[in-house]
């Protein structure tokens, strides 16, 4: 044990001094670099120099408002109607453009909904980051669970010991070691509104009663089409986890529950659901990260579209970082989905923690 | 409860037919795609409407692979991915390799504080990093055999060197590390062996699982890149097989030469997955175990 003790500081620093220089540089500072940038006016390729700009991009991206459209009235004060008898409202942009309101200008409409005689208009500085904000939340609020219990499942159903059962694990996990790439390509064929496959089989099984659906060309099922395809390609990822997971549990537990004669579920509750509770944090982590970092679908699928349903905060960061070369927009949007990340993950460690 | 040799059967039969449906529904598109490759345009599009999707029948032929060598250049894409995978692999264990080592064995003043930052690196997605990142690699410095050049952009080394350490290679290499008998160690440094002795000829040797896990982890990430060749890479020279992927979308689309192409850069991935099935899950399953 004595060398163990001694120091060996030249050593130990020649050893590790590639890897960590290597790290520092093309990680850690970068990510320094980001929030430093989100402060700044930086362009990839510009002429003029680089201005501090304070919050002025998070301000860019964030900026929101809630504005009442009061219903236009005669000079009677009655409620202006049109021929259909709809109710007639100012338009948004006597407010927008209004000197009055400084704090609204250069805001367009997000969505609205009606209250009472009123038009209540959520308006927003950049309404296509507040959408690839929502989109990207509502990808992982849906990804997160299905793909980590259809992964347990699979899991629990690959555990058995039966004759044979590699093969279909190998199967299940084969589409992990397919390029996503590869994988989106194809699955537009499976999407596609005149002869996908998808349409193809709903019309097979209903007798041809389906009425065929552009699944990525109609806003409502765009999104829904892209989860169902990423839960599909990296099921198998978490299924091996689970198995991992599985694995770990005491064999005598079961032989325990056994003797007292547990049912299926309560063995599954009372002994393999507590031993899977560090799998079960690591699983929501790692959907989570790759939830947000949701890109290559959306770049070969869909491009955003249609109508913005499928925008998400990374195709974004890039679309603006490198489309537009606008390298502080492209930070700025980057920082804040670190931050959305790490508040996250904190929370499900948090959440999850030990009792 | 009385050993039923017909319904132990039956449900035996409705265990595999689970399981069959399921491996169905993975398999499918893969399926579709290979046998998509062989068929001309117009029967490709027309078979999506049957099962004959899955099938090669109708108009077999080789053609659409000939069409994809015509129309890209496929051995260049494929040679750039084989080059900066099998470079960023092969730096990638020998460096994330000895710094774990140096992290398990040696006792060096900021150890601590260094291993934590690596640690730390594991929140960051590369997603958050990739456009700070460009903006860097397009300033950093170069020296080549022909002087000083400034900016990364359009080369391998701008796909290889930011992706060599890493914080999980690292952390694999050290836990497996932590594993190993301590006294073997000290037994080689008590025999007058050096530290660099110690790396090669007493651990490396002993490190195959580790070393088999590390590399496949990022062989998959390496030769699947997509975002990052996508902007740092605009000349057709240095495209990997992913981005190469892109000339196939430029004016008419050909489908049958999509899926060819498709197929070429698939296939042997697969062929690789199936012989090696066991190290790949394995390796895949150790990301776990860090919990």
Request: proline share 9%; glycine share 10%.
């Given at each position: 044990m004595a060398s163990k003790l001694t120091l060996s500081n030249r050593t130990g620093w020649t050893f590790a001094l590639p890897g960590f220089a290597l790290i520092v540089t093309f990680i850690v500072l970068p990510f320094f670099f980001a929030i430093a940038l989100s402060l700044t006016n930086q362009r990839?390729?510009?002429?003029n120099a680089t201005q501090f700009v304070g919050l002025e991009n998070y301000r860019q991206l964030l900026g929101l408002g809630v504005v009442t459209l009061e219903p236009e009235r005669d000079d009677a004060g009655n409620v202006v109607r049109n021929e259909a008898g709809e109710i007639q409202y100012p338009r948004l942009r006597e407010i927008t453009r209004s000197e009055a309101y400084p704090q609204y200008r250069g805001m367009r409409e997000w969505f609205r909904w009606q209250s009472g005689e009123n038009v209540m208009v959520v308006i927003a500085s950049d309404v296509v980051f507040m959408k690839a904000l929502v989109n990207t939340f509502l990808f992982v609020l849906v990804v997160a669970p299905v793909q980590g219990g259809l992964a347990l499942m699979l899991a629990l159903l690959i555990n058995q010991?039966?004759?044979?059962?590699n093969i279909f694990r190998t199967i299940y996990f084969m589409?992990?070691?397919?390029?996503i790439v590869v994988v989106s390509l194809l699955w537009r064929f499976i999407y596609?509104?005149?002869?996908?496959l998808l349409n193809s089989i709903l019309q097979g099984l209903t007798f041809g009663l389906f009425q065929p659906v552009d699944w990525l060309g109609n806003p409502s099922t765009a999104l829904p089409a892209v989860m169902a395809m990423s839960i599909w390609q990296a099921v198998g990822f978490h299924m091996v986890i689970w198995l991992a997971g599985l694995q770990m549990i005491s064999p005598t537990l079961y032989e325990a529950a056994a003797i007292e004669g547990a049912s299926k579920w309560q063995t599954f509750r009372y002994v393999t659901w507590p031993g899977l509770r560090n799998t079960a944090v690591l699983v929501l982590v790692v959907i989570t990260m790759q939830g947000f970092a949701l890109f290559a679908q959306i770049d070969v699928?869909?491009?955003?579209?249609?109508?913005?349903?499928?925008?998400t905060l990374v195709f974004q960061a890039v679309e603006r970082g490198y489309g537009k070369q606008d390298i502080s927009g492209g930070s700025t949007i980057s920082v804040i989905l670190f931050a959305i990340v790490l508040a996250i993950s904190l929370t499900q460690r948090w959440l999850t923690r030990e009792r | 409860m009385a050993f039923n040799p017909d319904n132990y059967g039956l449900r035996l039969f409705v265990r595999y037919l689970v399981l069959c449906l399921i491996a169905l529904i993975f398999i499918f598109p893969l399926v579709f795609m290979i046998n998509s490759s062989f068929k001309p345009d117009s029967q490709l599009l027309a078979d999506t409407?049957?099962?004959?999707?899955?099938?090669?029948?109708?108009?077999?032929?080789l053609n659409n692979y000939f069409g994809a060598f015509r129309r890209a250049p496929v051995g260049l894409f494929v040679l750039n991915s084989v080059l900066v995978t099998g470079a960023t692999v092969l730096l990638s264990l020998l460096i994330c390799s000895m710094a774990a080592f140096s992290f398990a064995f040696l006792r060096w003043k900021g150890r601590d504080v260094v291993l934590s930052i690596v640690i730390a690196?594991?929140?960051?997605?590369f997603e958050t990093i990739a456009i700070p990142l460009l903006l860097l690699v397009s300033k950093l410095p170069w020296i080549g055999l022909d002087g000083l050049h400034w900016g990364w952009l359009n080369t391998y080394r701008v796909q290889i060197i930011p992706w060599i350490a890493d914080g999980l290679t690292i952390f694999l290499f050290v836990q497996y590390f932590k594993g190993l008998p301590g006294e073997l160690i000290e037994a080689s440094r008590v025999e007058g062996a050096s530290w660099w002795q110690v790396y090669y000829r007493v651990v490396m040797p002993l490190s195959g699982p580790v070393l088999a896990t590390a590399a496949i982890l990022k062989f998959l990430v390496m030769y699947n890149q997509y975002l990052w060749p996508l902007i740092?890479?605009?000349?057709?020279?240095?495209?990997?097989v992913m981005v190469g992927l892109?000339?196939?979308?430029?004016?008419?689309?050909a489908w049958g030469e999509v899926m060819a192409y498709l197929t070429l850069i698939t296939v042997p991935v697969l062929i690789f997955y199936l012989f090696l099935q066991r190290a790949f899950i394995a390796s895949i399953a150790s990301t776990g175990v860090k919990g």
């Open positions: 990839l390729l510009s002429p010991k039966l004759r044979g059962i589409p992990v070691v397919v390029s596609d509104g005149q002869n996908g699928m869909t491009n955003g579209g249609p109508l913005d349903s499928t925008q | 409407s049957s099962l004959r999707a899955f099938l090669p029948v109708g108009d077999i032929s690196t594991l929140i960051i997605p740092v890479v605009q000349q057709e020279n240095y495209r990997p892109g000339y196939f979308f430029q004016l008419n689309v």
